[in-house]
């Protein structure tokens, strides 16, 4: 009984929590807010940690962020809630697929990334996310494991988004839009970085900070 008194307090609390403001806390993230951003414009006090994982989740299911390395064949179905109207305007939401889950197994055409060759990374990566798409362009990411010293170089706005999400302590990986580009380069350019680029149509995959580049 006290189990389920429980899981029903849980529930409810997520039901509230939806109700309340859920959903703008995705649409700020969608638009590009940062955690630390979202919080200031809710009308209501949530818990910073709240915050962080409904931003996490929703970027597992829009598939920003991965939760297995791309190609693997190992990406699994994830599920989202949609806020539905019944009679008399009653609230209600519905689990609801986010994805077909499916994930093909690629044999990627590997390449190390040199800057003597490959020219400056910024243009290089912008250039490969063109070519193929950047809904399938990833980096890998592995932040709840590096030296916290690392991201000094980042501007704040950078910093503040990286610091804002609870990465897990496992490389995952975040799709390679112009903001993770932006850090990746800075990440880059100050040494002591290593990072996976991985394009998924062109099913190439870019090692960064491999050495032997010129810089």
Known sequence: MEREQS????????????AAGGGAVRHLADAGYTVAQIMERLDYPVPFARVQKTVWE???????????????????ERACFV??????????????SAGDG????????????????????????????????????????????CDRALLQCLDGRQREYIEGLPWERKTVWHRLDARMRGIAVNLYE?????????FINRKEKILLGRGGEKK
């Open 102 to 145: 499916k994930d093909e197994i690629i044999c990627w055409d590997v390449h190390v990334y040199k800057k003597e060759t490959d020219g400056a990374l910024a243009p290089y990566l912008k250039e490969k996310c063109g070519e193929n798409g950047e809904e399938a362009s990833y980096v890998s990411c592995d932040f709840a494991l």
């Open 83 to 96: 806020k539905e109207y019944g009679k008399y305007g009653r609230v209600r939401f519905r689990r609801v």
């Open 7 to 18: 899981y029903f307090k849980s529930a409810l609390s997520d039901y509230v929590y939806e």
């Open 58 to 76: 929703h970027f597992l299911d829009k598939k920003i962020l991965l939760a297995e390395e791309p190609g693997s064949g190992k990406q699994a």
């Open 190 to 198: 100050h040494g002591g970085y290593q990072a996976d680029c991985y």
